[in-house]
């Protein structure tokens, strides 16, 4: 199976905070992507990665970063945290070499910004 | 880009009773259409996924069917029971470069009642 980790599933943080959001997977899945979950609004994707050091922005990009230094990890960086980025974030893989579409998620960190 | 349109957002029915989730795209490129169950406390899950070469799919007690004219799709659970309560989310794929790129409904909340 498998396995998506995200490093943290409660954070909360402090307006103007540089937050880190790690994400890992164990397999070896060329895709991983960032979304924002909140009521209302379902998930939306802040950015993807299709390869170590590729990146391509998502649909709400703005106020967010991410790094992916190695293939199994996948960062998103909110460089000054605001409060309307209090959100539920989640990550996920694809194995984009199979041509399989379906996602993998993780189970989501739940972050609040004071 | 990609919109989709998700309704109900809620649902209410009883246990053994049908459930109708309907959800319509806009771009008639997409041709990859996943729906996802998230749990309490977790991330999303595929469930079923259909491809835009077939008008329906079934797996046990859910199916989906699609009509490409109308640029809808259906989610339809039969018989259902307490588990089946939770988030469900359809979404439409583009492929843009080397990933599919998902763009989510805004979700439905079910509930099976006793």
């Known amino acids: 199976d498998v396995k998506v980790t995200q490093s943290s599933r409660y954070l909360v943080k402090r307006t103007g905070e540089k937050v880190f959001l790690e994400c890992v997977q164990d397999?070896?899945?060329?895709?991983m992507f960032w979304y924002r979950q909140d009521p209302g609004l379902g998930l939306r994707l802040i950015y993807f990665?299709?390869?170590?050091?590729?990146?391509e922005k998502g649909d709400i990009p703005e106020g967010y970063s991410v790094s992916r230094e190695k293939k199994e990890r996948f960062s998103l960086i909110l460089e000054s945290a605001s409060t309307n980025q209090t959100s539920m974030y989640l990550c996920?893989?694809?194995?984009?070499?199979?041509?399989?579409?379906?996602?993998?998620f993780g189970p989501g960190t739940r972050l609040t910004v004071l | 880009g990609e919109n989709v349109e998700q309704h109900p957002s809620t649902l209410s029915v009883q246990e053994g009773d049908s459930a109708v989730i309907k959800c319509t795209y806009s771009?008639?490129?997409?041709?990859?259409f996943p729906w996802y169950k998230q749990e309490l406390g977790k991330g999303p899950q595929l469930i079923i996924d259909i491809r835009s070469n077939v008008g329906e799919k079934k797996d046990q007690r859910i199916a989906v069917t699609l009509n490409k004219t109308a640029k809808h799709f259906s989610l339809h659970i039969t018989e259902t029971q307490p588990e089946d309560s939770a988030v469900y989310f359809c979404?439409?794929?583009?492929?843009?470069?080397?990933?599919?790129?998902?763009?989510f409904g805004t979700g439905t909340r079910l509930q099976v009642t006793l």
């Open positions: 979404a439409a794929s583009i492929r843009t470069g080397t990933a599919s790129k998902l763009t």
């Open positions: 771009d008639s490129a997409s041709n990859y």
């Open positions: 996920a893989t694809n194995d984009g070499a199979s041509g399989r579409a379906e996602q993998f």
């Open positions: 990665s299709y390869d170590v050091k590729m990146k």
């Open positions: 397999m070896d899945h060329e895709n």
